[in-house]
């Protein structure tokens, strides 16, 4: 028997939208008589600061004798990565680069990450003191987690990536550096990981991690249920989920960032990574989204499994609505894009030291969102 038991049929037959592709196990979904969800119907087309505005920063800021004058928070991933390219080739500016390695940084990631910087021939800081014990508080939730397995609990997960926040702005203050930039694509707003826990989508927001004060009561409200009837969440980990959380949610972002003034454009990020750049894929999948990102592939496998949609779902939606790409070619996408990827989870599990077996036999018993179809 398939360990991974993906019944990718009936996910196909899932009824979805008629203009995107999320299917009615979303949260709070709800469809017209067009079949037209209200993810569609609330979704306000992107629209861009002033290009002026942008340059207006760079010539303020740019030194004169090439001595660093902004920093960029690079992860490694596509977008940050573009956004380097930008700010060196586009801005001439020069900039210090920050990576806050959490610990899950895979090994095609931090090569793609070095190659860019030694390319560009800027100075990068990679603080990764904590790299041994992000690990542990991982294999820590992941073990909690198995126990009684649940949706909303997945950003749990990755919760220690979020204090990236608060070192660069830690950092930015010690070198004296006033200009941050950071690139956030607005495409990829993944509701569904809040709206597991209850929180309805807030369509207004042009953040991806902005909740309305409501919403971030429900969500403390809902982990608090959870980390008392699941007492195993209470382990080491606690303070610095807590720590993340609010670096998340509550620090006040001031960074300056690219996708508000530059159109994300997949095709052009992909063509300038991997042409100039020489930028490597992962074999297991078409994307370039998530491959320097050891968690995505445990994630993604259980919302697949569970939901029968990943973020790729929500991804492809959101271009459909801006209008980047056809819904018959988002469908062929996330056809191939959604596919187990047993080498990363293998990965993953090796890394934070977790049986994989229990961890899948854990996913594999939660009820399916489908499962009557």
Not at 236 to 261: M, R, W
Not at 350 to 358: A, E, Q, Y
């Amino acid at each position: 028997m398939n360990k991974y038991m993906i019944d990718v049929e009936k996910i196909n037959n899932l009824h979805r939208c008629s203009r995107c592709l999320l299917p009615d196990t979303m949260p709070f979904i709800e469809f017209d008589s067009e079949g037209v969800c209200n993810y569609c119907r609330n979704y306000k087309k992107m629209k861009f600061k002033p290009m002026d505005e942008l340059l207006a920063i760079a010539n303020r800021i740019r030194s004169c004798d090439g001595s660093q004058d902004c920093m960029v928070m690079f992860s490694g991933g596509r977008d940050s990565s573009y956004l380097l390219h930008y700010v060196v080739r586009e801005l001439n500016l020069h900039p210090l680069v920050f990576t806050y390695d959490w610990g899950m940084s895979t090994l095609i990631g931090e090569k793609n990450a070095k190659r860019m910087c030694d390319s560009l021939g800027v100075e990068r800081i990679v603080n990764d003191r904590y790299k041994k014990k992000k690990r542990e508080y991982i294999a820590k939730n992941v073990r909690a987690w198995c126990r009684k397995p649940d949706l909303g609990m997945i950003p749990l997960l990755t919760a220690g990536d979020k204090a990236f926040f608060a070192e660069v702005n830690k950092l930015s203050k010690e070198r004296g550096i006033n200009t941050v930039f950071i690139g956030t694509n607005p495409l990829e707003k993944t509701d569904f990981k809040t709206g597991f826990c209850g929180v309805r989508p807030n369509f207004g927001a042009e953040q991806i991690h902005h909740l309305k004060k409501s919403g971030k009561h429900q969500l403390i409200e809902y982990y608090l249920r959870h980390y008392i009837t699941n007492p195993a969440y209470i382990n080491s980990s606690l303070i610095d989920t807590i720590k993340a959380f609010f670096s998340f949610y509550n620090i006040k972002q001031e960074q300056v960032d690219l996708y508000h003034y530059v159109r994300w454009d997949e095709n052009v990020v992909n063509e300038t990574l991997i042409n100039e750049y020489q930028w490597e894929l992962d074999e297991e999948t078409p994307t370039t989204w998530r491959i320097g990102d050891g968690t995505a592939a445990f994630y993604n496998y259980i919302y697949y499994k569970v939901a029968g949609f990943t973020e790729n779902d929500t991804l492809r939606s959101n271009q459909i609505r801006e209008g980047d790409i056809t819904r018959e070619e988002a469908l062929k996408k996330i056809a191939m894009e959604n596919k187990v990827r047993p080498q990363s989870l293998k990965w993953y599990f090796k890394t934070i030291n977790v049986n994989m077996k229990k961890a899948l036999d854990a996913v594999n018993k939660m009820p399916k969102l489908y499962a009557d179809r």
